[in-house]
């Protein structure tokens, strides 16, 4: 067995006169030191997979563990010395076993490489975080639901190119990013799947030729099912792409909600208000209270896109097996891990500090003619004529409005005899705004009724 001296790194026994340059800028420690509990249960998991199949001994598998149990505790104290000579995460505890339990520390390292080790402890790491974004989505759709709950018969303006378009009620907007969020949670959920498959026991490349059982350290470590190529296991980065892809979609929701609710916010609008906690003032403008927090939410996509496009450069072109190239995965993980948790967290906040402008929304709502869509609506049903022909009717009738500087329900009925003699007075009430959103009765509408239900229909899911 090599011989293992303090001041080298193990793989040091062929290798003298490394640049010290690179020594420097190659090691990846002050990253993937994150990775030290899922490494050390992959090693506990391997040590005894390699005990059961004879491959160590009784003795040396219990010196391991209780090696390994150790470091761990030193971490946790952080009494652990992370030192950049070893490298990476692995090569340091392996380094510690070998101070902690002597020369048997190098049977931990039997059938597997690095090249194994770092995707297992990756592929677990992921897991939990996988499950983390998913319980702050969860707190998302929770706090959405609450407003929306309070807020089904407030009625606004939808928009379509930011005009007015037809009126909604607030609540059916909100449960739009219900629905944005739930697609995100599913998208991160499927990603288990390629997640819970294990790595370990592919070694470099070829597999192995100790009897070893990855069933068994599949079982161990919580995973579904040992992958089916060792090739392609060690080359496969796939399952931190589509982590990336979730992430960014999920972060352009939240921009897109954010950049909505900057708008909503803005003096033009004014039809949200945000609570003190979550607005900042101005250095030199007494009066502002800016949604600093909405941009920063808007702005970190930007973020988010850059971690996903980076990695599929370093992976363009890259032939099979392992490289070098690769260890950038981790760093790229964990910063768009930080930043969507982060944003998760601050959109929360957001959520819980602020309220709609009720009667601005009305106020607002009732300009722009936005119940014409009813109106020929309307000429449909009751005067049998094709939508097309109804459509125009309105559009005459919204034209002669907009010349008399009036509202649609301020028109006096023989004028609108006049485009449509066989209007009555009863058209009047097509104008009225929750008239107008109680019809929305179809699937998905925006009808008091419907909204309702799909508010209970979530709350029963979460
Ligand atoms: N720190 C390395 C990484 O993150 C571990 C794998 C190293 N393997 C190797 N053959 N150099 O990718």
């Known amino acids: 067995m090599a011989k293992n001296k303090n001041n080298q790194a193990i793989w040091n026994t062929r290798i003298k006169k490394q640049s010290s340059l690179f020594q420097k800028i190659g090691n990846s420690i002050d990253i993937d030191k994150r990775l030290y509990k899922e490494d050390i249960a992959g090693s506990i998991a391997h040590v005894e997979m390699l005990f059961k199949q004879k491959i160590i001994s009784f003795k040396i598998k219990n010196k391991i563990i209780y090696g390994l149990n150790k470091i761990e505790k030193e971490i946790l104290k952080n009494k652990f010395e992370f030192n950049k000579k070893y490298e990476d995460i692995h090569m340091n505890i392996e380094k510690r076993l070998f101070q902690i339990i002597g020369d048997e520390a190098g049977y931990v390292h039997t059938a597997r490489s690095r090249n194994d080790q770092v995707i297992t402890d990756l592929k677990m790491w992921m897991k939990s975080a996988t499950k983390e974004i998913n319980k702050q989505i969860d707190k998302i759709l929770k706090s959405t639901l609450k407003v929306a709950e309070k807020n089904i018969e407030t009625i606004m303006p939808g928009f379509t190119h930011l005009k007015n378009a037809q009126p909604i009620s607030f609540a059916h907007y909100l449960m739009a990013y219900v629905e944005m969020f739930s697609r995100d949670k599913k998208r991160f ?30 079982k161990k470590l919580g995973f579904k ?10 080359s496969d980065r796939d399952f931190v792409v589509d982590f990336l892809y979730s992430v960014s979609v999920c972060s352009m929701h939240i921009s897109r909600v954010a950049e909505e609710l900057i708008i909503w916010n803005s003096d033009g609008f004014n039809i949200i208000k945000l609570s003190d906690k979550v607005v900042t003032g101005s250095s030199i403008m007494p009066q502002k209270k800016n949604p600093d927090l909405l941009e920063y939410l808007r702005g970190k ?14 992976l363009k072109g890259l032939p099979l097996s392992y490289f070098k190239d690769l260890q ?12 969507i948790i982060n944003c998760l967290k601050i959109f929360d906040e957001i959520l819980k500090n602020f309220s709609p402008n009720k009667n ?10 936005i119940t014409a869509t009813d109106l ?27 010349k008399r500087n009036k509202k649609l329900e301020e028109l006096d009925i023989n004028e609108l005899k006049k485009i449509e003699p066989k209007l009555t007075n009863e058209v009047l009430k097509i104008f009225d705004l929750k008239n107008s959103i109680n019809s929305k009765k179809s699937y998905g509408g925006t009808a008091f009724d419907n909204i309702k239900k799909m508010i209970l229909k979530y709350k029963k899911q979460l």
């Open 189 to 218: 959920f499927n990603n288990l799947e390629s997640l819970n498959e294990n790595p370990l026991g592919v070694a470099a490349l070829t597999g192995t030729s100790f009897n070893i059982d990855r069933y068994y350290t599949t």
């Open 376 to 402: 020929a609506d309307y000429l449909v049903k009751n005067h049998t004529m094709s939508f097309r022909e109804a459509y125009q009717k309105t559009a005459a009738i919204v034209n002669l409005a907009e």
């Open 225 to 234: 099912t040992p992958t089916n190529n060792s090739v392609d296991t060690v």
């Open 360 to 369: 601005k929304m009305l106020e607002l709502a009732n300009n722009g003619y």
């Open 301 to 314: 996509s930007g973020i988010t896109y850059g971690n996903l496009f980076s990695m599929l450069t370093i």
């Open 328 to 339: 950038d995965d981790k760093e790229i993980i964990f910063k768009s891990y930080d930043t």
